[in-house]
């Protein structure tokens, strides 16, 4: 077993938990692995499978996003090696330990380093996991191998030691450098047909500005011309002679205010309105109105804001002051530069409002931008060629990872990072815009699912392709 050091000049970033084990999840996916599923080992344990997509290869991992010794991982390695040397030699794991720093590196060394293990130390240390082991159980059953079993679990143990950022940084290299693609699965395939709970990119507006404000246009102001000025992300509506808008007058930028033909707006409950009405219209001026409460956040937040369906939104990267680096939230990047490329590779969100029934959803579908400064973007064939570099299509396992980045979106587009999920836009942080919460729609039963584990989704490609 070798002992694997990713190391580069560290950044003093601590990171750990969940944000440590995505990191582990992006670096195996990189390297051709699929992830599979986590806990199965023991309740006790944090582990997560890993098969790799052309071998089928399986792989047990453990990530730990702090310092590490083997007298510190006592109780798990006993359990992952008995697991190991009790199962049929066919049916046996590679295991795959991920640790920030390790310490006491000799002992690592003298346990798994190939050209360096000890057999009296491996010994000693069997010992001492018989005896300083809490469960009587677990002492009894290691007391029960011998050092070549250990000897040969450590053959198939490899140790990383890598932190949050030297993780990231080798998946997105792996990821431009084709290294490990591959791509076995053309088909598309039919959802298996079972009632299953879905987590969604669907967030449910469940509380709405109190005020709708309704001016009267100016007389001579086409709606088109409404739109060539700063008005674009707004949350103001011209409609037929109407300007609606949850700002009240005085707080409007100037080029708003131009619009308006009228002294005093007619203030109406702005729920009670949405609900007076089931007409195209109306649901498009709702639409807009929660579309331009997002916009003027991300914008607050340095985000560019292009109007499509909905709204199109990337962070803004200043390559002069952050040369070399990346712009993070919540231990996720959101922009960063490409290594040995001068292009800027952003994180985007494609959002859009839906009304389904009598309820309004905003909804989220991570996406990508390329730019060449941090904001000009990246256009032509030199675009194609980056979106199929860093295609997530390339990699299965996609379900969790959108789900991990749809995560982020709620706190890049609110103007306190520690404000709540279900706070989207508070009034004491934006004053010119009331009140709105959204919450993500975390249970949504349907009649179809989406394969479960790995087994299950070669079962169904091996299916398809022996037909």
């Known amino acids: 077993m070798p002992i694997y050091r990713i190391l580069s000049e560290r950044e003093g970033v601590q990171e750990k938990g ?13 390297t051709g692995y699929m992830e599979h599923r986590e806990a199965e080992i023991h309740p006790s344990l944090d582990d997560i499978q890993f098969r790799h997509k052309g071998s089928g290869e399986w792989v047990i991992a453990e990530a730990k996003g702090s310092k590490l010794s083997p007298n510190d991982f006592r109780s798990e390695l006993a359990r992952y090696y008995l697991e190991y040397t009790h199962r049929p030699k066919e049916q046996r794991f590679d295991f795959f330990i991920f640790a ?17 293990t000890d057999n009296d130390k491996i010994e000693e240390f069997l010992s001492q996991l018989e005896k300083k082991l809490d469960d009587e159980k677990l002492s009894q059953k290691i007391a029960d191998t011998y050092v070549e079993d250990f000897e040969t679990f450590a053959i198939d143990t490899h140790v990383h030691e890598a932190d949050y950022l030297e993780l990231k940084t080798v998946a997105m290299e792996l990821q431009e450098s084709d290294r490990f693609n591959y791509e076995p699965y053309l088909h598309s395939f039919e959802p298996i047909k079972e009632q299953h709970d879905h987590a ?4 449910h507006v469940t509380s709405f500005p109190d005020d709708l404000y309704i001016y009267d246009t100016a007389e001579g ?46 203030v109406v409950d702005f729920k009670t309105w949405i609900g007076e009405e089931d007409s195209p219209e109306r649901t498009n001026i709702v639409r807009e109105l929660l579309l331009g409460v997002i916009s003027v956040s991300a914008q607050k937040n340095d985000c560019i804001v292009e109007r499509s369906r909905g709204r199109h939104i990337y962070p803004i990267y200043d390559k002069d002051r952050h040369h070399g680096k990346r712009t993070d939230t919540q231990n996720r990047w959101l922009a960063q530069e490409l290594s040995d490329r001068s292009e800027i590779r952003h994180r985007a969100v494609d959002i859009r409002v839906e009304k389904y029934a009598d309820d309004f959803y905003y909804v989220l579908t991570p996406t990508q931008e390329f730019t060449w400064d941090g904001e000009e973007k990246v256009t032509g064939e030199r675009k194609s060629e980056l979106q199929d570099k860093f295609s997530p299509n390339r990699f299965q396992g996609q379900n969790s990872k959108q789900l991990r980045q749809i995560r982020i979106w709620p706190k890049i587009l609110m103007l ?16 010119a815009i009331q009140k709105i919460e959204a919450e993500q729609v ?26």
């Open 100 to 116: 920030e720093e390790l310490g006491y590196p000799q002992l690592w060394s003298d346990l798994f380093e190939k050209s360096y």
């Open 221 to 266: 102001i086409a709606e088109a011309r409404y739109y060539n000025y700063n008005n674009k992300h707004y949350p103001v509506v011209p409609e037929a002679g109407k300007l609606y808008t949850l700002v009240e007058k005085d707080r409007l930028p100037g080029s708003t205010r131009h619009y308006i033909g009228s002294d005093s707006p007619d």
């Open 442 to 467: 975390q249970g949504l039963t349907l009649g179809i699912r989406p394969p479960k584990d790995g087994d299950e989704q070669s079962r169904i490609i091996d299916g398809v392709i022996d037909e």
């Open 416 to 431: 306190t990072i520690n404000t709540g999920l279900s706070q989207w836009i508070d009034g004491d942080q934006l004053p």
């Open 18 to 30: 969940r944000s440590y084990k995505d990191a582990v999840i992006d670096f195996m996916e990189a």
């Open 200 to 203: 969604t990119n669907l967030f």
